[in-house]
């Protein structure tokens, strides 16, 4: 990890977790060419999975932290593919974030903007993404939010 990274990190109050194992029969991140794909991480923080469904159960606040915590787990996929030199990593290319939530709910936008201020604050210049933002009735384990990337990578 770059020392600037690490800093902002610091500065938000968190640490770059190991990065999860997979939980089915598929692999955290795929390189081709300069761009890394990496598999949707599921919200979850030291206690476990964050759980919830939004507009019933969760509210915004709580879903962008979850949000949050999806991006902080794509950035520690990108930090094992990278084999711990986040100094390879030249651009957040597009997220694709799935909002557990009721039918209703239409801030879905908002809930994702939790990792996409997470990579602005993290990375600066190499943070701004094409995105999509999508309500879904339910996700893995009752997670509130799941997020996948692509990134671009040396």
Same mark, same amino acid.
């Given at each position: ?49 964050? !759980?919830?469904?939004? =507009? ?40 694709? =974030? ?48 799941? !997020? ?7």
């Amino acid at each position: 990890m770059t020392p600037e990274i690490q800093a902002r990190l610091s500065d938000l109050g968190l640490e770059l977790p190991a990065a999860p194992a997979p939980a089915a029969n598929y692999v955290s991140f795929v390189q081709t060419g300069d761009l890394l794909h990496v598999s949707g991480q599921v919200a979850a923080d030291a206690s476990g999975f964050i !759980i919830g469904k939004l =507009g019933d159960s969760m509210d915004v606040d709580a879903g962008v932290a979850a949000a949050q915590r999806c991006a902080l787990s794509l950035l520690a996929q990108v930090n094992a593919a990278c084999d711990g030199d986040l100094s390879r990593l030249k651009r957040v290319v597009k997220l694709g =974030g799935f909002v557990n939530c009721t039918s209703d709910f239409t801030d879905q936008p908002k809930v994702i903007n939790g990792a996409s201020d997470f990579f602005a604050a993290v990375l600066g210049d190499a943070a701004p993404h094409a995105r999509s933002a999508v309500g879904v009735s339910s996700l893995p384990f009752g997670v509130a939010v799941e !997020i996948d990337g692509i990134f671009q990578i040396d």
